[in-house]
Structure formats: structure tokens, C-alpha cells
């Protein structure tokens, strides 16, 4: 199996994994995720930006007047979102894009919103300040992630599964985002962790004064 070492690699990585990504997430989804994409997703106001939208998993969730964004490091995968979004009637602008270098002006979105991707973004701390930089002052930004356990026993099993799935697949399971939101100035206002803490959730503000 190949090495993930580029933004190239991990695009084909995603690529040859979208048409089995929705079925390979089943369990996850039903056993660990429990109703944190309406959690995340029904936040959402305003004119919405989804960072690596995937197969569009979050779009049944949005409530009916958000105006939605999304961005998509894979072709594939985006394809897979924009028949999904067809399929549910939504007339949503879906784009290739790297969510470290994002094409947007600063204090675009009302509301940013990632789920279960930070995980695999190289350089999550950079991911973040982008998302921080184009959301608008006053507004959200939405985060959920698979994230260390507060479990010692499942902290070490993370740490031997990231032996083959960092270098394999450019999966972490040891990351924790909240801190680089905490760090970009957003003011965290929900907070939620459960599943042994594996599971992390949250809302955060952009101040007011924060260009």
C-alpha cells in the first residue's frame, strides 16, 4: 500500500475511496457519531461554509433557508455530494478546494462548519485559522471530530493504530482541534464529549472585534 506523503497522495487516497466511504462509515455513524451531524448541522445560519464536505453526509441536516458552501479536496468525492444534494432537492455550491488554503475574503460565512475531517487535513492548525479568518465576526463555527480518548487503555490503542493509519491513509486519532480553536480567538460557547471522549463536539464564536 502506497504512503500518503502529498496533498496529491491524499486526494487519490480519497478518491479511490469514495464510492465505499458512506458504507465503510456505517458503523461509526450509528455506534459513535449518535446525533452529532443534526447537532452540528442544525446550528448552522446564514450563509454556510462546509469545509471538506465529503459524500455530503451533513447536508440532510442544514435547516431549509441556509444558504450552503461547501468545499472538497476530492473529485470524487465531491461528485458523490453533489448527486447526493440533487437527490434532496438543495441547491448548494459545492467546489474543489484545500481547506488549508481556502479561495474565499476574510469574514465571508455566517457559520463554518467540519465534521470528521480535521482528523485527516495535514496541517489542522492552519485549517482552523483559515476557517476562522473567512468567518465573519459574530459568527459560528461548528467543529466535531473523532479526538484522543480520555480512556488511557483506548489513548494507547489509538497510538498503535496510528502507526499504519497516519503514514497509510494521513488519519490521526490522537488530535484534539478545540485547542487551535481556542488558539484562532473563537470563544467556545457548546461543548460536548462522550464515547469515552473519542467523540468531541463544539460551537464557537467569532468575537465581535476579531477582523
Known amino acids: 500500500m502506497p504512503r500518503v506523503r502529498t496533498l496529491d497522495d491524499l486526494r487519490h487516497w480519497w478518491d479511490r475511496h469514495a464510492e465505499d466511504y458512506d458504507r465503510s ?29 465529503g459524500t455530503g453526509l451533513n447536508l440532510e441536516h442544514y435547516p431549509d433557508d441556509v444558504a450552503i458552501t461547501g468545499v472538497e479536496l476530492s ?8 448527486r447526493r444534494a440533487a437527490s434532496l432537492g438543495i441547491d448548494a455550491d ?7 488554503r481556502m479561495d474565499f475574503d476574510g469574514a465571508s460565512f455566517d457559520t463554518v462548519v467540519v465534521t470528521f475531517s480535521l482528523c485527516c ?8 485559522a483559515e476557517m476562522a479568518r ?3 465576526p459574530g459568527g459560528l463555527f461548528l467543529l466535531a471530530d473523532h479526538v484522543e480518548s480520555t480512556s488511557m487503555w483506548i ?3 489509538q497510538r498503535v493504530i496510528e502507526i499504519g493509519s497516519v503514514p497509510f491513509a494521513g488519519e ?22 462522550f464515547k469515552k471522549g473519542m467523540i468531541e463536539r463544539l460551537a464557537a464564536r467569532k468575537p465581535e472585534d476579531r477582523a
Open 25 to 53: 462509515m456505517s458503523w461509526a455513524e450509528r455506534k459513535l457519531f449518535e446525533d452529532t451531524r443534526p447537532w452540528i448541522a442544525g446550528r448552522a445560519r446564514g450563509r454556510t461554509l462546509e469545509v471538506a464536505v
Open 121 to 128: 487535513v495535514p496541517d489542522e492548525a492552519r485549517a482552523v
Open 172 to 193: 490521526h486519532f490522537r488530535r484534539r482541534p478545540i485547542r487551535h480553536v481556542e488558539a484562532a480567538g473563537l470563544r467556545i460557547e457548546e461543548h460536548d464529549r
Open 134 to 136: 473567512v468567518l465573519r
Open 75 to 82: 473529485p470524487r468525492m465531491l461528485e458523490r455530494a453533489r
Open 94 to 100: 459545492l467546489r474543489l478546494g484545500d481547506a488549508q
Open 155 to 157: 489513548r494507547a490503542l
